[in-house]
């Protein structure tokens, strides 16, 4: 019964590939998000869905897709792997409207290893 | 933009000490305010949240007062125990259009027994 599940939990990969992280909610939240965490754990926001319509794109190279199949899926999916990419990606959720008063639930991360 | 800055970490503690995780902030409007922890390995948590000046957050032991004046929203703590260990975030909500939370760089907290 997670509320927010992302998998895989690990990801080491080759430099260039092309890897994929899903992210599913059972709470029936609307809004969704990506936040990558880097070495030096700060967290940066990445993407946002609201019942899958896209609502924050941050400047994020276009190697990095996300996409929201439903309101409890949102997916990202990154091309040509680089280096820099390693990093703990977290997925994120809050009812519609609410984040700004009851803030989010968050999974428990997939940290990614690029080799 | 929006901005949270906390204090330099990483702090180390005896069990039973008092702390404190200072917060300060850089918003237009009338931002919420949170802290988070993250325990080794998991995800982060919703510790306290206050959504107006003056409001006091508080959970598990740890409050922390929304004080507009100094925009600070400092993390306290009585009485910490070894499994307080963990790294706190501050946060504070942005815009209410884009339901963004902004993060501060995180604070590493390690109590010895």
């Known amino acids: 019964d997670t509320a927010v599940s992302q998998t895989p939990k690990y990801l080491v990969t080759q430099m260039g590939n092309d890897k994929s992280i899903k992210c599913e909610q059972n709470l029936g939240h609307d809004t969704m998000y990506w936040y990558k965490q880097d070495s030096k754990k700060f967290l940066k926001i990445m993407f946002s869905?609201?019942?899958?319509?896209?609502?924050i794109n941050e400047t994020v190279p276009n190697r990095f897709s996300p996409k929201s199949p439903d309101k409890a899926h949102l997916n990202l999916h990154i091309n040509s792997l680089e280096l820099g990419d390693s990093a703990v990606y977290f997925c994120a959720s809050s009812p519609s409207g609410t984040a700004i008063f009851y803030g989010y639930t968050f999974g428990s991360g997939t940290r990614l290893t690029v080799v | 933009g929006n901005s949270v800055t906390q204090m330099e970490g990483p702090v180390t503690l005896s069990e039973e000490a008092f702390l404190t995780i200072n917060c300060t902030y850089t918003?237009?409007?009338?931002?919420?305010l949170f802290w988070y922890v993250q325990y080794p390995g998991e995800g982060l948590q919703l510790l306290l949240k206050a959504t107006k000046a003056d409001d006091k957050g508080s959970n598990k032991g740890f409050e922390a007062t929304y004080r507009k004046e100094t925009t600070s929203f400092h993390l306290e703590k009585g009485s910490v125990q070894v499994s307080d260990s963990a790294v706190y975030f501050c946060a504070l909500s942005d815009s209410a259009g884009a339901q963004k939370l902004v993060f501060g760089q995180g604070t590493r907290l390690t109590i010895n027994p």
């Open positions: 918003a237009t409007g009338y931002p919420s």
């Open positions: 869905y609201n019942n899958k319509e896209l609502i």
